[in-house]
């Protein structure tokens, strides 16, 4: 079964950066696509940014294209968000995901997938 954990979170100063982690501590030969996501309170789930595991492609939404950076560790099982240049607008609840199918369509395909229990990102202005 995959188990998810994300950790990094914290509260920053906006231009500040943050590194968010995600430790599948499961199993982990059967994950085809990881991702992030976040939800600010009274906003929809957005999907931020995703990679597929064996290629290392990765995939990001616009709002954060250039200011945000995902990657992993595969030796430790871990997915990696750095956020860089953060704005108030980045303030949400973020999650780490992960589904066995890959990442076409990453941000719908994701939602149905395995999901950590999400870590608290606050940017101050």
């Known amino acids: 079964q995959v188990q998810l954990m994300e950790s990094g979170g914290g509260s920053v100063q906006a231009g500040g950066s943050l590194r968010l982690s995600c430790v599948d501590s499961g199993y982990t030969d059967s994950i085809n696509c990881m991702g992030w996501f976040r939800q600010a309170p009274g906003k929809e789930r957005e999907g931020v940014a995703a990679i597929h595991p064996s290629s290392g492609r990765t995939y990001y939404a616009d709002s954060v294209k250039g200011r945000f950076t995902i990657s992993q560790d595969n030796a430790k099982n871990t997915v990696y968000l750095q956020m860089n240049s953060l704005k108030s607008e980045d303030t949400a609840m973020y999650y780490c995901?992960?589904?066995?199918?890959?990442?076409?369509?990453?941000?719908?395909?994701?939602?149905?997938?395995?999901w950590g229990q999400g870590t608290q990102v606050t940017v101050s202005s």
């Open positions: 995901a992960a589904d066995s199918g890959y990442c076409y369509a990453w941000s719908t395909r994701l939602l149905s997938g395995y």
